[in-house]
Antibody
Framework: QVQLQESGPGLVKPSQTLSLTCTVSGGSVSSGGYYWSWIRQHPRKGLEWIGY???????HYNPSLKSRLTMSVDAAKNQFSLRLSSVTVADTAVYYCARGAEEFDFWGQGTLVTVSS | DIQMTQSPSSLSASVGDRVTITCRASQNIRTYLYWYHQKPGRAPKLLIY???TLQSGVPSRFSGSGSGTDFTLTISSLQAEDFGTYYCQQSYGDSFTFGPGTKVDMK
């Protein structure tokens, strides 16, 4: 059973960079055929797809976030990461990592990131 | 972006009820449509992929149908563990989008 776990700061100041890591267990991020995604959920609101990455570094980002977004994979640590620059209060959300590119069959438990000074 | 709408936005039902939720896309998405169930404080759980295929381990009381722009999720006999919020999601466009959700609570 694949398990994912998000980690990173829970509080980020406006204009700074939000950085999160997802650690995968029970499977390998470098297994061919699987993509690895980030999704967020604003407080008491719906879900927003952020983007995905393949083990070879290929990415596909939400166009609305693309200019601020960087994803990476560390196969040696079996992790993938998200960096979102120039954050504002609108980036406050629960951030989930998940397996999949089009549909998401395994999810992390989510981590709340608050943007506040 | 392809916009997704869901109806109703909320409903109240009893255990044993048949529940139907609809999802509409702003343009043709063929069958690139997925359904998720989320309970408070938990991550969403994939129920249906490709509009009508049941994800492994999901009870057969869940079913999905539709193609193009109109889709339906049906729960044939609602169980206590089925309460929560249901979301549809499309992956046809350049940006994948979720519907706003349908909250199912106890009558």
């Amino acid at each position: 059973q694949v398990q994912l776990q998000e980690s990173g700061p829970g509080l980020v100041k406006p204009s700074q960079t939000l950085s999160l890591t997802c650690t995968v267990s029970g499977g390998s991020v470098s297994s061919g055929g699987y993509y690895w995604s980030w999704i967020r959920q604003h407080p008491r609101k719906g879900l927003e797809w952020i983007g995905y990455i393949y083990y070879n570094g290929n990415t596909h980002y939400n166009p609305s976030l693309k200019s601020r977004l960087t994803m990476s994979v560390d196969a040696a640590k079996n992790q993938f990461s998200l960096r979102l620059s120039s954050v504002t209060v609108a980036d406050t959300a629960v951030y989930y990592c998940a397996r999949g590119a089009e549909e998401f069959d395994f999810w992390g438990q989510g981590t709340l990131v608050t943007v506040s000074s | 972006d392809i916009q997704m709408t869901q109806s109703p936005s909320s409903l109240s039902a009893s255990v044993g009820d048949r529940v139907t939720i609809t999802c509409r896309a702003s343009q043709n998405i063929r069958t690139y449509l997925y359904w998720y169930h989320q309970k408070p404080g938990r991550a969403p759980k994939l129920l249906i992929y490709a509009a009508s295929t049941l994800q492994s381990g999901v009870p057969s009381r869940f079913s999905g149908s539709g193609s193009g722009t109109d889709f339906t999720l049906t729960i044939s006999s609602l169980q206590a563990e089925d309460f929560g919020t249901y979301y549809c999601q499309q992956s046809y466009g350049d940006s994948f989008t979720f519907g706003p959700g349908t909250k199912v609570d106890m009558k």
